[in-house]
């Protein structure tokens, strides 16, 4: 006899950074168990092709174009998928940017404005604009992709590892306050993870030396992550929230 652990079919998502990497992995993993996925990116090619891929398989998506830093886009995207689906019932706050190794005496105000913009201030928006939404189904999940970095920070990108900190103190503030509405928010501390991002930044050269430090011996997929999207968007994390969810391989703890 089949059971759906997941019971997530039919239910809505907007995934942000949906184009590549760890937020394509998660819309192509809710497309796969029925979600209905807005893909939002700033790059088009990306987020279609990642739609296109999702409607192959034989699910529901479609594409927005959107600079989370930017609340009138994010007002217009949220608009969007409420005008297509009806609600959003699950937000994964995943686009970001990372940063070139840099000693933070080197940081400009400006790379410490667009990291903390883009890293910490945009999933304020975007929570802003759907959780009314969620608080008139009392009902939604929230999924704030976060970084190990945020938890015992990171020499030479220390913009970057602030911002994720941020992002975890507003996940656990935000799950205080809306847990009367049945509304689930919690964060990831993402490890070191294979993805186009990682070489860009240049610390893929560092993923030798962590390899001796986690236990399963490999770092990270966008699919692990993904993963643990599906379980924290599900019936079956009902009762989780407001944590601090590390899939690392062992590396370390959370807190």
């Not at 029925?34 to 279609?48: A, I, P, Q």
């Not at 990270?220 to 643990?228: L, S, V």
């Amino acid at each position: 006899m089949e059971y759906d652990y997941l019971k997530i079919a039919g239910q809505s998502a907007v995934v942000t950074g949906g184009g590549r990497g760890i937020g394509r992995a998660t819309a192509l993993a809710l497309g796969r168990f029925g979600v209905k996925v807005v893909v939002c990116d700033v790059r088009d090619d990306w987020g279609e092709d990642a739609v296109r891929e999702i409607r192959e398989g034989g699910g529901t998506a479609m594409y927005c174009h959107c600079d989370v830093a930017d609340p009138g886009q994010v007002k217009a995207l949220v608009q969007a998928a409420v005008g297509a689906y009806g609600t959003v019932d699950i937000l994964v706050n995943n686009a970001g940017i990372g940063s070139v190794s840099l000693p933070f005496e080197e940081i400009t105000d400006e790379d410490w404005d667009r990291m903390l913009r883009v890293d910490l201030t945009a999933p304020f928006y975007l929570c802003r604009e759907v959780i009314p939404y969620m608080k008139a189904k009392q009902h939604g999940k929230i999924i704030n992709i976060s970084s190990g970095s945020g938890i015992i920070g990171c020499e030479f990108c220390s913009h970057y590892a602030s911002a994720k900190a941020g992002l975890i103190g507003f996940t656990q503030s935000i799950a205080k306050e809306l847990g009367k509405d049945h509304i689930n928010a919690n964060a990831i501390a993402v490890p070191t993870t294979q993805t186009p991002m990682l070489k860009e930044t240049d610390f893929d050269v560092f993923v030798e030396d962590e390899l001796r430090d986690i236990p399963w011996g490999r770092i990270g997929t966008p699919e692990d992550i993904a993963d643990m999207v599906l379980y924290l968007s599900s019936d079956a994390s009902e009762y989780v929230t407001g944590q601090v969810l590390a899939p690392n391989g062992g590396r370390r703890t959370p807190v």
